[in-house]
């Protein structure tokens, strides 16, 4: 069913040279400059014996004490093979569960997802950040970006459009350059016309909704019309309960509605923004499909089994949204040939519209990035220093006190 709803929303393919005739297939994506480990792996190092380290955190562990966020930025720090980033793994996740979780700072989880990328354990980085609960995963927008470049340059849509899924649950799209990788990623993934599971489908149309809230243009305002009609199939089918599982979203009902709403905000628009025709499609071609389902439950065909499994998943607020289903069909007619008419219908496909953003606007959207990231790493140089600082004057202090009672016991004795 899924499948049949992006039908004429996304070409098969597109050909990202015949926008500009020197524009390869990779030449947009983030630059040599923004992916450029030198800055990071420029940092002052604290060489460690990682086997040191892994015997003394659990002996720490073992008598019940906490390890301090040094100790476990430490061992991440020193990885210098796939074997030791499953051996870090185990640590996170021991250091998840302990008295210092909420410790765990964010120059670890940027060298974490660093060193995932740079030893090939890829697999890691998504599996500590789908599990972030678990492990205390929660990149910042620059880590994310690595990340969603990393699968796009692979042509891994999926895998991207999951990492766009973390960005959207953690309501990081903040930076132009994470919306444009974001939206690349899953117009791209759209364009397989793949078969999207419930859950596959409230994922991908929460993160349209809301990367395409941050984008007042064509491409933003194509991507919210894509993403409200996704939430609306499913809040049709299945509830509106069903919607709001998990997803930061507005609590309440008619999405099918908020599609519409979409299409009279263009064409009321003064402006030259319009909406994608494959959008439109997408839009006409789901009415349908739940037209005819509506139909066919209507007369009859249901069998009665099914008809108490759907009572009992839909409230009567679910079905008095259903009933207006005839008027959302009308009045999509009518702001379709308005649009038409005004010549607010953009004949290039959303992946399209998606790619020419990105080779216009991603190469400016990076000049802050990188000045900001640049920022952020000498802050985090300056915030290690004072706890190593810390770290050494609790030592030293523990020591001092230590002596001063080996020489009172001693005092003790020879009185």
């Not at 014996?49 to 061992?75: C, E, G, Q």
């Not at 319009?274 to 009859?300: I, R, W, Y």
């Not at 069909?329 to 519209?353: P, T």
């Amino acid at each position: 069913m899924a499948a049949s709803v992006w039908k004429r929303c996304v070409t098969a393919a597109v050909k990202v040279k015949c926008l500009h005739p020197s524009f390869s297939a990779r030449r947009w994506l983030l630059s040599a400059a923004y992916t450029d480990t030198k800055l990071w792996e420029s940092r002052e190092k604290d060489p460690q014996n990682l086997a040191l380290l892994a015997s003394t955190m659990d002996r720490t562990y073992d008598k019940n004490f906490p390890v301090s966020s040094l100790t476990i930025s430490r061992f991440v720090d020193n990885i210098s093979s796939r074997e030791e980033v499953e051996q870090a793994e185990y640590y996170l996740y021991k250091f998840r569960h302990s008295p210092n979780c909420w410790y765990l700072r964010d120059w670890t989880v940027h060298d974490w997802i660093q060193q995932c990328l740079k030893y090939k354990a890829r697999e890691k980085a998504m599996y500590t950040l789908k599990n972030k609960v678990q492990y205390g995963i929660f990149p910042d927008d620059f880590t994310f970006n690595l990340l969603i470049d990393s699968y796009i340059k692979d042509e891994d849509f999926k895998s991207a459009c999951s990492v766009v899924e973390e960005v959207m649950l953690q309501e990081a799209f903040d930076l132009p350059s994470t919306q444009i990788l974001s939206l690349y990623a899953l117009s791209s993934y759209l364009a397989t016309k793949p078969q999207l599971a419930v859950s596959e489908e409230r994922a991908v149309g929460a993160s349209l909704l809301i990367c395409g809230l941050k984008q007042d243009n064509t491409v933003g305002l194509s991507a919210q019309l894509l993403g409200n009609v996704l939430l609306g199939k499913l809040e049709m089918s299945s509830g509106i309960h069903a919607v709001f599982k998990g997803m930061p979203l507005f609590w309440g009902r008619g999405y099918l509605g908020r599609a519409l709403a979409v299409m009279e905000t263009v064409a009321a628009a003064s402006g030259d923004v319009k909406l994608s025709v494959d959008t439109l499609d997408s839009v006409n071609n789901l009415l349908q499909e739940l037209s005819s389902a509506s139909d066919s439950d209507s007369s009859g065909e249901e069998s009665a089994g099914e008809e108490d499994k759907k009572e009992e998943e839909v409230d009567e607020d679910d079905e008095a949204e259903r009933a207006k289903l005839p008027q959302y069909v009308h009045r999509f007619k009518e702001l379709r040939s308005e649009l038409e008419s005004q010549g607010k219908v953009d004949f290039a496909s959303f992946q399209a519209l998606v790619t020419s953003l990105a080779q216009q606007n991603l190469a400016a959207a990076e000049k802050p990035d990188l000045e900001q990231y640049e920022k952020r790493v000498q802050g985090w140089e300056a915030e290690k220093k004072q706890l190593v600082m810390r770290e050494k004057e609790t030592r030293e202090k523990v020591e001092k006190e230590k002596q001063e009672r080996l020489a009172t016991r001693v005092v003790a004795q020879q009185a």
